[in-house]
């Protein structure tokens, strides 16, 4: 029979895309499904960057290029980093990957050794902790409930670092809690940082370009620069520019870390897609101004989704700073019974009952490592997402 790798013994098929397979399945069999678990904006990739795709296929840039990016990429990401993030990267100080998945995934290949921990906040996405694992390290999970706004606080990140720790990672805007970190926020975490030197610190800023209500974001390096020498800063086209297929990701971190990556990238990918190269290179250097439309577009939504789980009994959801997720607690559920007669004890309980009685699919906080929760993405028209509460509001009534 099949024997699959240690590596992988406790890593699993991600719970989000399992869900994805079983709500799709069940919209083949001619359920009306709504499907609110989707990590990806319904918007199209700007035409801009589609022509400039376009335009590489035709003059013939579809060859392998230089292993962690193109020098159009790499200057492009260089200007971004300096423009929108106040930050100085030199051009051998950037990297880029099929996206920022394999940024991540080389950073853990390249740096960690059998048993060095990685501190990660819950809610977190969930493949952090599967790459990691894979990559031979040691995930330290830290629960960062609601009440302390999802974010890892001082006295916390102070009591989770050991001589095995290797990084800390986190992520603002966050998936799946729509948190961030002001420059406030970060500072007490740059002050342990500091006393730390051992620790490096990766920060996923994926979603820097979806804020609402004017939060500034910010990148922990743009605040204390005596981190950059420990910090790799992550980002992508992914979510900002609606081009999740494209498979582009980047960073900037010191040369000797972004050295070891290529090292890695080298064995696995040889480079990242050419033509998709080309296409990010538009989405970096290109007008910017859509990105202000599409935030417009989504505070509505998320205004929408957090009135209207907020108006449930037995749901409480804060209001995230950015993203395009909602995390919201279901304690008060907890101990109800289904019409079935069926016992809500989990969220996961609770999400199944959801997709089974009213066909909404939304992700338990367990997914997230962080319970009694569960995930919206509102990453949908208006329309969807007010049928979607409806029905969740009318499942929430005929539990007793
Ligand atoms: N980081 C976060 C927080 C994400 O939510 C995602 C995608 O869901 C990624 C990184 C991965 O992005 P990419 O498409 O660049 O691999």
């Excluded at 971190?253 to 990238?265: F, N, R, Y």
């Excluded at 997230?368 to 979607?388: D, Q, V």
Aim: charged fraction near 20%; include cysteine.
């Amino acid at each position: 029979g099949f024997e699959p790798a240690s590596r992988i013994a406790t890593v699993g098929v991600s719970k989000i895309l399992q869900i994805g397979a079983r709500a799709a399945a069940m919209k083949r069999d001619g359920l009306p499904v709504i499907i609110l678990g989707a990590g990806e904006p319904d918007f199209d990739t700007p035409d801009n960057v589609k022509a400039a795709a376009k335009a590489a296929i035709d003059r013939g840039d579809t060859k392998y290029t230089a292993l962690d990016g193109t020098p159009d990429l790499k200057a492009a990401v260089v200007a971004k980093f300096r423009r929108e993030n106040n930050v100085d990267y030199a051009t051998d100080e950037v990297t880029v990957a099929t996206g920022a998945k394999q940024i991540l995934f080389n950073a853990f290949m390249a740096t960690l050794n059998a048993g060095d921990e990685v501190i990660i906040p819950t809610p977190y996405w969930t493949s952090y902790s599967d790459i990691v694992e894979i990559c031979g390290g040691v995930s330290k999970l830290i629960a960062c409930p609601a009440e302390s706004g999802f974010r890892l606080q001082a006295e916390q990140l102070e009591a989770a670092i050991t001589p095995k720790t290797r990084w800390v990672l986190l992520n603002s805007p966050s998936n799946p809690s729509g948190a961030a970190y002001s420059a406030a926020d970060y500072q007490p975490l740059i002050d342990v940082l500091l006393r730390h030197p051992h620790v490096w610190l990766m920060v996923d800023d994926m979603y820097e370009h979806i804020v609402y209500d004017g939060f500034e974001f910010v990148t922990p390096v743009a605040i204390e620069p005596r981190l950059k020498s420990r910090t790799l800063t992550v980002n992508g086209v992914s979510k900002a520019y609606a081009m999740t297929g494209w498979r582009i990701g980047y960073a900037g971190g010191p040369k000797a870390l972004i050295k070891a990556m290529a090292v890695i990238q080298s064995q696995a990918t040889s480079c990242p897609s050419s033509i998709s190269q080309a296409a990010a290179v538009e989405a970096l250097n290109g007008p910017q101004d859509f990105l202000k439309e599409r935030q417009q577009s989504f505070k509505a939504r998320r205004d929408l989704v957090v009135a209207r789980l907020n108006a449930i009994s037995g749901i409480d959801c804060r209001t995230p700073e950015g993203a395009f997720y909602t995390f919201a607690g279901c304690e008060g559920l907890i101990g109800k019974t289904t019409p079935a007669g069926k016992t809500i004890a989990t969220d996961a309980d609770f999400t199944d009952y959801l997709l089974e009685t009213v066909h909404v699919a939304v992700v338990p906080g367990s997914a997230f490592g962080l319970s009694p929760y569960f995930r919206i993405s509102y990453a949908t028209s208006e329309a969807e997402l007010k049928e979607a509460l409806d029905r969740i509001a009318a499942a929430c009534e005929k539990l007793s």
